[in-house]
């Protein structure tokens, strides 16, 4: 059973409900609209965010921030997301081809890419562009451009460093037709960026 004092180190002044719109919304609709690309969407998934947060409100012990706390529960809700486009895509004709492609890519035995399809550098490493915010907001363009499916695989990898057995769980994906994803997301955001950027 949850503690009394448990509860009341979750609930000090800075974790107030009643200014979490204030504080977090922005932060959390940002966060969710990079992973989403669904403005509506993302402004539905932070409101029921707080509603969660609300509903479990009792269950925060404050083992970490308030933010960090509303962030999981965000990501537990595009994760849901995610699982219904993933579920959505693996009826579609284009994902029996994205495995058969499989081979197209990779040396079966040797369990790597094939030299001819080997990720190649972008061409746009240096890190004072990396950081502009310029070029921020081209990559936010260009990872909208991604096919849903896409680009819940991309930010599960590299926005949110989930290990590769847990994004084919959880969009139930295999892990062949995971690299295939991979693979053409990062053509495709290759080339928006050389076209976009450079």
């Given at each position: ?62 083992k970490s921030t308030e933010r960090t706390w509303l962030t999981a529960i965000l990501k537990n809700k595009i ?108 053509l495709s955001l290759r080339e928006c960026l050389q076209k976009n950027w450079i």
């Open positions: 059973m949850q503690s009394q004092n448990s509860t009341n180190i979750g609930l000090d002044n800075s974790a107030a409900p009643r200014l979490w719109v204030t504080r977090h919304a922005d932060y959390l609709y940002k966060y969710a609209l990079t992973r989403i690309n669904d403005q509506e969407q993302a402004r539905d998934l932070v409101q029921e965010t707080f509603l969660a947060g609300l509903e479990r409100l009792q269950k925060f012990e404050g994760i849901d997301v995610y699982r219904k486009k993933a579920s959505a895509f693996v009826k579609e004709p284009g994902a029996t081809i994205a495995e058969q492609e499989t081979d197209d890519f990779f040396e079966p035995d040797a369990h790597n890419w094939k030299p001819n399809h080997r990720p190649a550098e972008f061409g746009i490493e240096q890190t004072d562009q990396l950081e502009s915010k310029e070029f921020e907001l081209i990559l936010q363009k260009c990872l909208r451009k991604l096919p849903s499916l896409w680009l819940s695989v991309f930010t599960m990898k590299h926005l949110d460093d989930e290990p590769t057995d847990t994004i084919c769980n959880d969009l139930r994906i295999s892990p062949s037709n995971f690299w295939v994803i991979i693979h053409r997301a990062k």
